[in-house]
């Protein structure tokens, strides 16, 4: 059996403020209006992953809210090794291990450069393949028969 994976960037999120935390930077506006046509884009098109898991930053959580509840999907859960700026091997490795058990379709919310490093690395690439936008949906299928995976398309938020 074929499994999607989808990795949503996070929406636009405010610039960091002096004294400010990077991860504690929160969605503007314009990102919650994204994170709103990307859950729309997602039930026009019929993709209704049964699984979200989330970075635990606020712009991601945030995102991932707004999409769930939009599309009326399950709710997100967060986890350590999609946060920025995680070592690219390591995400790898835990995205490998929970593979068997990720459903069929199974959407992913974090942070560049992280998701182009992921994904490249997912589709055999030792170079940036792909550079994702904010509230880009990227969906790549996972073929377990020959343990490979395969770009199905890349979608920017401006064209949803």
Known sequence: MNKYLYFLRHATAEVIRPNQLDIDRCLIEKGRLQARRVALFMQRHNILPAAVLSSPYPRAIQTAAIVCKEADLVRAKELEWLALATDSQSALS?????????????????????????????????????????????CIMYCETSNSFQLEWSVPAKFM
Do not use: C, R, W, Y
Request: overall charge positive; charged content about 10%; hydrophobic content about 40%.
């Open 94 to 138: 835990q995205l490998q291990k929970q593979l068997p058990t990720l459903p069929q379709h199974t959407l992913l919310v974090g942070h560049e450069p992280d998701f182009s490093t992921l994904l490249s690395m997912l589709l055999g690439s030792n170079q940036q393949a792909l550079i994702i936008k904010k509230a880009s949906l990227t």
